[in-house]
């Protein structure tokens, strides 16, 4: 398993009339962690959306490995490599941890079998294993959040995209997660596009970051890059947190 | 599955195998009707309980199914084992039509159900003025006493008991491996949650068309069963809303979605039809039988509303699921 190059070209998305994202361009290479930050409606989840079928853009391509994947559906998008997780958790509640992993797992391993047990060892590395017979809605929200990028983990993707899995979490927490997402990185080399506003993970783990606002790109470099830009600054970091 | 499960289930077999010579023919009724319903609940169970997709007109599938078969009979004496064959190609060729309808244009829950509904109703008013059905003064079979013929499913009770046994333990044991399937599984999602289903890579809309087949082609041989079983058929009841509505009690009241739920809901609801019966008519008080019903369905909502199967299977210390 290696990571896939995501290349957007000038993706946009209207609602009826009402513009959501115009003209964002940028590149993760194969292997690369990449952060998308920006205010709280500046079009960061439909992107994400875009990317993974949700959405069909109403302008420009999404290619993954130079495949063009815009307008397929999520489940060929997935297909295709792309895993991803949502914002506001959705684990099957009324099944079990592993059944939520092995579902994944069905999508590389068509025997149910091979599934469980490749969806058990995905448990094991994010530290879930214990709970893998509890119903997913007992789970805490930091669990949750570990069972959502478990699950993505366990479709085999190129790309994951990891949409807040940050959010809600201790400090400690925090630490954890970009302590198993960088050695995840490290180990297979998958590509990792991540929405986050916790600046401690991004500026962790991003080699790059794309930062967009009302819909458009405003500034992309590496995160020291970033967090000095001041357009950055002014629409969405502000200077306290720069620190 | 469990040993003891396995142990239990094949301890029931045998029982049922043996019923015929251990019950009188009261008994035998009932047990028939026992078993016509955990075959249909379970039927049903594969797209409400399974894939989460609510059907309140599965009566459509049941009525094709037995109106084919009966017709093929009636008319050219081609017999129900062959007919059923043609049952189930009409019924899945409908389940196809209203599941696609409503899944490719994402309908869901109670409008989904509407759209089943609609689909029963006016195949109800096509058979009222279809005149090779029989219209809506019915179609009707011959009936010969004394004459066990299996080749074209005539006889007595315990023929049709045995049919009936062998459909639903067949069905049981077919609902028991589809859970355990990738299939199963990716109907489990959908009925969770489809769009996080789909991201995680489940063809939403052909696991739900799967769904509907498998379940329509059930329905319809328990319609074929049906219609050989009564020797008559009607389009106001055959395709009733009512019929569609007695399906789906077993599985709700035994536990959507466990596979022991359309057996333990088809007991208690026909052992309590039945004693609702008799009292109704110890009493002399008409009507009074489906009060007392109702009631007790009241009551088994409110207290178990997981089903009565969950809650038995942890008493007996069975697993809960799958």
Redesign the interface.
Known sequence: MSGATLELAGLGKSFRGLRAVHDVSFTVPGGSIHALIGPNGAGKTTIFNMI?G?YAPTAGTVTLDGRRISGL???RV??AGV??T?QIV???????VL?NV???A??RQ?K?DR?RAAALAILERLGLADRAHQLAENLTLPDRKRLEVA??L??GPRLLLLDEVMAGLRPTEVDVMVGFLRELNARTGLTILLIEHVMRAVMALAAQVTVVSYGEKIAEGTPQEIVRNKAVLDVYLGEEEVA | MSARLLAGLAVLLVLLLAAPALLGGYGLSVLILVLYFAFVGQAWNIMMGFAGQLSLGHALYAGLGGYVAAGLYFHYGIGPWAGVLVAIAAAVAAGSIVGYLGFRFSLAGVYFALLTIAFAEFTRIGFDNWSWSGGSGGLFLKVERGVTDLANLRGGPVLFYYVILALAAGTFGLCHLLLQSRLGRYWLAIREDAEAAQAVGVPVLRCKMMAVMISAALTAIAGVWNAFYYNNLFPETAFSIGRSIEMTLSPIIGGLGTLGGPLIGAVVLTSLGELFTSVGDMLGIPGIKQIFYGLALLAIIMYRPAGLWPWIAKRLGLERRL
């Open positions: 993974a949700v559906r999520p489940d997935c297909d895993g991803r949502f959705r684990p099957f509640k009324g099944l079990s059944e092995t579902i994944g069905l999508q068509s149910v599934a699950r993505a366990a479709t």
